[in-house]
T-cell receptor, first 116, second 106 residues
């Protein structure tokens, strides 16, 4: 199984809502990532988890809260988002520790978030 | 920023032609990777080239790396309509360049 599965595929939420994005992989990868991608822009790294511990937080606002319950799952909890947070949120995983020498990233298909 | 920067931003070619895109980066790297993204989809890894490699091939893809110039190129030979996508390079630290959008016309 070489898949990274993201749910939901689409999410519409109001600015006062609390929602979560989920990501799952069964490749035995120990590094998992969240990226945010706006239209016609490259993905921007948000968080990296290595061996279930948060290793990189790219100065992401606290209204985004990541969680790694186990080595196969990665969540992104959303609260009090702004319309400008509307984007495609991509999850990825890789072997290794997710540091500077990271090899191939395996991406999910993304969750398209719209904040009203 | 350590991220790669691609050029051109957009490329339109006829099916069967070759497509070449370039990536420049700012700092020392251990490896450089190329990814493809079809519209609104996830990224797919194409090829990884290590800093001690100068050229690498994978099917119709050819990647070169010039660490002295801090640049890499991706060549897609005999392009097909299915190659229509955005292509991103990624230097160390998981940062992606702005990308090149390739349109292959039938």
């Amino acid at each position: 199984d070489t898949e990274v599965t993201q749910t939901p595929k689409h999410l519409v939420m109001g600015m006062t809502n609390k929602k979560s994005l989920k990501c799952e992989q069964h490749m035995g990868h120990r590094a998992m990532y969240w990226y945010k991608q706006k239209a016609k822009k490259p993905p921007e790294l948000m968080f990296v988890y290595s061996y279930e511990k948060l290793s990189i937080n790219e100065s992401v606002p606290s209204r985004f809260s990541p969680e790694c319950p186990n080595s196969s799952l990665l969540n992104l909890h959303l609260h009090a988002l702004q319309p400008e947070d509307s984007a495609l949120y991509l999850c990825a995983s890789s072997q290794g520790r997710g540091g500077a020498n990271t090899g191939e990233l395996f991406f999910g298909e993304g969750s398209r978030l719209t904040v009203l | 920023s350590q991220q790669g920067e691609e050029d051109p931003q957009a490329l339109s070619i006829q099916e069967g032609e070759n497509a070449t895109m370039n990536c420049s980066y700012k700092t020392s790297i251990n490896n450089l990777q190329w990814y493809r993204q079809n519209s609104g989809r996830g990224l797919v890894h194409l090829i990884l080239i290590r800093s001690n490699e100068r050229e690498k091939h994978s099917g119709r893809l050819r990647v070169t790396l010039d660490t002295s110039k801090k640049s890499s190129s991706l060549l897609i030979t005999a392009s097909r309509a299915a190659d229509t996508a955005s292509y991103f390079c990624a230097a160390t630290r998981l940062s992606f360049g702005a990308g090149t959008t390739v349109t292959v016309r039938a």
